[in-house]
Structure formats: C-alpha cells, structure tokens
C-alpha cells in the first residue's frame, strides 16, 4: 500500500536527517568549513522533506507515525552511531542518497497505479533531490587529476 512506503521513506527521510547532522557537527578535515557548511545544507534540505511526507500520509486517511522506536523499526537507512572520517561520511552519504533515490523510484510508479499524481510528483521531486546531492558528494570524493 502506498501508505506504507510512504511511512518507511519517511522513517528513512529522519534517519538520513539526524545523520546529516551528527555529520554536520562531527565532521573534521582540511577542507572542514566547506563540509561543514555542505552538511548543513544537506540536513536542511532533507529536513524540509519530512512534513510534507508525513502530510501526504495523513492525506491517505492513515495516521502518521511519529516515535523514534517506530522510525527505527521502519527506516532502511542504517544509523550510525560513531564518527567516521570525512571520506567515510561522504562515502556513506552517498550510499544514502542513492538508496532513497532507489525508493522514490519504485513509489513514484506505486503512487502513479493508485492514481495519486500529486504524490507523484512529489517523488519526482525527491528523486531530482537526491540525483542532485549524489552528483555533489561524488564530486567530492572525486580525486583530483594531476
Ligand atoms: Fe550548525
């Protein structure tokens, strides 16, 4: 049911949050303010997805789930509880995005055959999203050509 997939993107959506954030004030290294600074927008605009996916949960006439156990029980993202390296948060940030990437996808189609266009578009949205902050951290990892 739409409704479902709609409740793990959203659990997943808070876990890759608090994880941009627990990067975003952890992360160390020598290029540190820009990633610093590319944390923080990744927080943001991760952030700025919750509300309406929980909203469009409740458009479906279901109740949305909104408890830290629930989200761990329903999110595919993995939590991580230590401080990697830089590289490594990067690397995983990257694992991340393409995962809900992935989701987005296959929910655009499930929201498409349950004609909720709105939800739709809304996945298309998110899909774009997380294309774009891929093709950001890849270019970070990136190593520089001699
Ligand atoms: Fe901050």
Sequence with gaps: MLSDNLKVLLASTQAFAIKTQN???NVEGSNFPQYHEFFNTLY??????IDPIAEY???LGVYTPGSLSRYAELSIIQDQIKIPRAQLMFAESLQDCETLG???V????I?????????AN???ELQDLYGKKAWFIRSTLKTERE
């Design 111 to 119: 929201a498409t055959n349950e004609r909720q266009q709105g939800i």
């Design 23 to 25: 990067f975003h004030w």
């Design 106 to 109: 296959a929910m655009f189609d």
């Design 44 to 49: 943001e605009d991760v952030s700025a997805t």
């Design 57 to 59: 949960i409740r458009v």
């Design 102 to 104: 992935e989701l987005v």
């Design 122 to 124: 809304y996945m298309a």
